[in-house]
């Protein structure tokens, strides 16, 4: 790991400042924050984020789950992942988002992770962690090694010429079902984001995967109220029943009324380069009758797009299959 400055700021305005001097706040920063350190340290041991310095955020006080006055969810930046997953209010209000989160990682990384370090993990493709490889998330211009490599576990959709990386969180998938909005105090202040803008689509630029600007803090996300009478569902499919990561995930919100769908929301993960909420699928399921044919069509609507690689045809029939099933498993429970 190469030497870097540490500091820990005293309060967000500090921390503000401090990464405002940052060129960028996306691949190549020269200034990080730190919360949980999960997924930076490791990057920083492998030399492929190199930060001059790293500012500790862990003293800030954004670390509380609270209720809104609208009845909806305020959840500090630093909330531990585990704190989330097992609060009273997110189990009985936001079901997807405590089983998206359980899914995920191992209980010792959970306790570490936090809510805005989670949102920013990084893809787990190899190449990108392998700085002996060309890659154009990691060092712009270089090309893509996976795209004629190993892509197995890579995107489907969302994917372009330069860049096919998923999205690799549980958690950001029930966040986009759930419509979270991220809140962001910068330089110019204060900023809210809906989940669905916040993550940017590869493009010609995968080195820029949101819309966070030097000095950017994450503060907070906010989830609207519950939607009353909801069914949801978190299914995850991998290569091993823990500690892995999704080759197909999803994530339901649904209401059912006189055996139609009255409301839906579906998120897809491991098959996006950002948390894949499908709009095609939510509006193929709308006033259909809740059953097996209409979750089936819902589910073709959502891989409609799907562009598989040489190593990951089998990804769309898992993913139909995954969606089908985890609107199943809502409504049936
Ligand atoms: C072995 C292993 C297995 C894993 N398995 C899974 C899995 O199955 N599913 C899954 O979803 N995840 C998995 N993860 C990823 C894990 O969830 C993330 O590493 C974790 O959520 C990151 O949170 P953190 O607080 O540790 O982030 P950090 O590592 O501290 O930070 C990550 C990034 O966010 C930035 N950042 C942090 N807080 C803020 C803020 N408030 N404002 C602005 N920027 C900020 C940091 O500068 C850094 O760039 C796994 C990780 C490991 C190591
Ligand atoms: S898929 Fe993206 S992250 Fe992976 S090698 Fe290609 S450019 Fe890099």
């Avoid at 989830?223 to 995850?236: T, V």
Wanted: hydrophobic share 40%.
């Amino acid at each position: 790991m190469r030497a870097f400055e540490f500091s820990r700021p005293q309060d967000a305005s500090a921390a503000i400042t401090a990464a405002a001097q940052s060129k960028t706040a996306q691949q190549g920063a020269d200034i990080r924050f730190l919360a949980g350190g999960t997924t930076l340290v490791d990057l920083m041991k492998l030399e492929v984020e190199t930060p001059a310095r790293v500012l500790d955020i862990n003293r800030l006080p954004l670390d509380k789950i609270e209720a809104t006055s609208d009845g909806g969810l305020r959840i500090g930046a630093m909330v531990r992942n585990s704190d989330l997953a097992n609060h009273a209010t997110v189990k009985r209000d936001y079901a997807v988002l405590s089983q998206a989160i359980l899914s995920g990682a191992s209980g010792q990384i959970r306790n570490m992770a936090t809510t805005a370090g989670n949102l920013l993990q990084r893809t787990r493709c190899m190449y990108f962690r392998d700085t002996a490889m060309p890659c154009n998330k990691r060092e712009p211009g270089t090309g893509c090694a996976a795209i004629t490599g190993a892509n197995r576990m890579l995107a489907i959709l969302g994917t372009s010429d330069h860049c096919i990386a998923t999205n690799p969180s549980d958690m950001n998938v029930a966040m986009a079902a759930l419509e979270a909005t991220i809140h962001l105090q910068g330089k110019k202040g204060a900023r809210a984001v809906p989940i669905g803008d916040f993550h940017l689509l590869p493009g010609a630029t995968p080195e820029r995967e949101n819309v966070l600007e030097p000095g950017d803090l994450i503060t907070h996300v906010t989830l609207p109220p519950p939607k009353s009478g909801s069914k949801q569902h978190y299914l995850k499919l991998r290569d091993r029943a823990s500690y892995e990561f999704a080759l197909a995930s999803a994530a339901v919100v649904i209401n059912v009324a006189g055996g139609n769908v009255s409301f839906v929301r579906i998120a897809m993960g491991g098959v996006g380069t950002k948390p894949w909420r499908s709009p095609e699928a939510e509006a193929a399921l709308l006033h259909k009758p809740a059953n097996a044919v209409s979750f089936r069509a819902a589910a073709e609507a959502a891989l409609h797009n799907g562009k598989p690689q040489s190593e990951n045809k089998f990804k769309i029939e898992l993913a139909k299959r995954c969606l089908t099933h985890a609107l199943q498993t809502a409504v049936n429970s």
